[in-house]
């Protein structure tokens, strides 16, 4: 058994095509994590969400938002204050999560929980709800509107809720920042890159580190911990070379810096290839994905 992670983004077209016998993202990429499912996988829902404002300027398709295509790392517009009630696209962001909801649902009927980890690597600058971009209040306030609608309105009850900040970390403090609190997070987690990884670095050195104070906060707030994203870049790659690494066995690294932390998992990411840079995320058999 392992994770088996999905994106969000397959549910509205970024990285699944629609394919017969389905007539809807939704149902074929619950198919998916079903199946994956069934193989003893856990299974994984990241939201690379899209920009709202931008999604707002595109004309509806059928009567209902556009939430195709990629972008969130459009960082304008004022997104994360928006969204929220009262905000002029509090009703966009709504029927975004009502997508997420319908693949919940899908699951749920299958007894399929999903670790759903919404707004990762929020501490960076990459993402509309990253720092620069969303100030911690609003942050913390978007993470618990976005739980209680999936719960209170959506009556969505198998998504374990994962906060993922990106690493490092030498503080509690430091990861602490925009943590929604206790009764919204189920799994302490982060996510962490080796860029251009060389013989002799102190990567693992400070990977290490950031375990210890991942773990010792769940430990602290009795929760599981987790190391939610981990991997290589290299240039514009988003992974390991097919020659020329310098740190070939990597990933036995990772393992021995991970075994016996208390770690629940950790999930390389996210296979791109080096030929035509796709994504092959979840290792499947479906012919869904």
């Given at each position: 058994s392992g994770v088996s992670?999905?994106?969000a983004i397959s549910l509205t077209g970024a990285e699944m095509a629609l394919k017969p016998p389905y007539t809807d993202l939704v149902t074929q990429a619950a198919d998916v994590s079903i199946d994956a499912a069934k193989e003893g996988a856990i299974?994984?829902?990241?939201?690379?969400?899209?920009?709202?404002?931008?999604?707002?300027?595109?004309a509806k398709v059928d009567g209902k938002y556009d939430y195709g295509g990629y972008s969130p790392n459009i960082t304008s517009g004022n997104v994360a204050?928006?969204?929220l009630p009262g905000g002029d696209l509090n009703e966009v962001y709504?029927?975004?999560l009502d997508i997420l909801a319908k693949y919940a649902k899908q699951l749920d009927k299958?007894?399929?929980?999903v670790l759903f980890r919404p707004f990762h690597e929020a501490n960076g600058g990459w993402f509309w709800w990253g720092n620069g971009h969303c100030d911690e209040a609003t942050f913390k306030n978007l993470y618990k509107y976005t739980e209680d609608y999936l719960k209170?309105?959506?009556?969505?009850?198998n998504f374990i809720y994962e906060y993922s900040p990106n690493g490092p970390f030498t503080s509690e403090a430091d990861y602490l920042i925009r943590y929604p609190g206790d009764d919204y997070v189920d799994v302490i987690a982060f996510d962490y890159y080796h860029r251009s990884?060389?013989?002799?670095d102190n990567w693992m050195d400070i990977f290490k580190q950031s375990e210890a104070v991942v773990g010792g906060i769940a430990k602290k707030k009795n929760k599981l911990a987790a190391i939610s994203e981990v991997g290589i870049i290299q240039g514009s790659l988003n992974g390991m070379?097919?020659?020329?690494?310098?740190?070939?066995?990597?990933f036995n690294e990772v393992l021995d810096a991970t075994a016996g932390t208390g770690m629940s998992y950790f999930m390389s990411w996210a296979n791109f290839g080096e030929k035509d840079r796709k994504s092959t995320r979840l290792n499947s058999s479906h012919p869904g994905y």
């Open positions: 992670a999905i994106d299974i994984s829902l990241s939201a690379h969400m899209p920009n709202f404002a931008e999604v707002y300027k595109k204050n928006r969204i709504n029927g975004y299958a007894g399929v929980p209170d309105i959506k009556d969505v009850h990884p060389v013989v002799g070379a097919i020659s020329g690494n310098q740190r070939k066995d990597w």
